[in-house]
């Protein structure tokens, strides 16, 4: 679904009409990419400013708990890629029948193709012990840096840069691989790279896995419904 905008009403603040379509089309054609990368090298200009977008992120307290660590030696991304394919198979045996079947066919081969990869971490210890509007959820931390990942996952697709989300491996694993302090969560791992592609719908939509959940389903007014 397309988000149409007009100029009928002045806004505070408010962008000119085609500069918020645009960032409408980002949100609503962003895409997880598993196996498009092509190899060439992200120029470090592009690099930056997906850094700095995300950096831009909210955080609550302003205590700003993200580190990026940036992956492209090969000997380390094939490292990553062999805990990644011992936590896959795991995975797949969780499904049954031809779930299963489906699952062992989709290509998840963004962590060797992909020339970059961005290890995004929390750090709860940044803002002290005591943290404005963490003091009643202390996941607070986490959530800012998950606004952190989607700001550069935003501005990579302005870029028409192509962006892979990896969460199939054992945290241990990869603390080990890149030597993350233990009191420091990790959050992401994203393959980072130009693609040949890209879905016009999210792959799983695409192949019959989910599809999008209708939005009218989802949104309630003043309370829970009781029979939901």
């Known amino acids: 679904m397309r988000t149409e905008v007009s100029d009928d009403l002045v806004r505070a603040g408010a962008f000119p009409c085609e500069e918020r379509q645009a960032v409408y089309r980002a949100i609503e054609t962003r895409r997880d990419v598993r196996d498009q990368f092509l190899p060439d090298a992200l120029p470090e200009d592009i690099v930056g400013r997906l850094l700095q977008a995300a950096h831009n992120a909210p955080s609550v307290g302003f ?7 940036l992956v492209r030696a090969e000997e380390t991304r094939r490292a990553v890629h062999g805990a990644f394919l011992r936590a896959n198979a795991e995975a797949a045996d969780m499904f049954a029948g031809e779930r299963q079947a489906h699952y062992r066919t989709l290509k998840l081969e963004g962590i060797l193709k992909a020339p970059l990869s961005i290890c995004v971490t929390c750090d709860p210890t940044r803002g002290g012990a005591v943290v404005l509007g963490r003091t009643h959820n ?9 606004c952190a990942v989607q ?21 241990s694993d990869i603390r080990e691989i890149l030597g993350i302090p233990p009191h420091v969560e990790i959050v992401a791992w994203l ?6 592609r890209l879905y016009a719908e999210p ?3 695409v192949k019959g ?5 209708p939005l009218e389903e989802l949104v309630f007014e003043e ?5 939901g």
């Open 63 to 69: 205590m700003q708990p993200w580190n990026f660590l």
């Open 138 to 146: 202390p996941r607070m931390d986490v959530y800012s840096t998950v």
């Open 151 to 171: 700001n550069l996952w935003l501005a990579a697709r302005a870029e028409g840069v192509g962006v892979g989300w990896v969460s199939i491996f054992h945290d």
């Open 191 to 196: 393959c980072v790279g130009f693609v040949d």
């Open 203 to 205: 792959e799983l939509a």
């Open 209 to 213: 896995w989910r599809q999008r959940l």
């Open 223 to 227: 309370r829970w419904p009781e029979n």
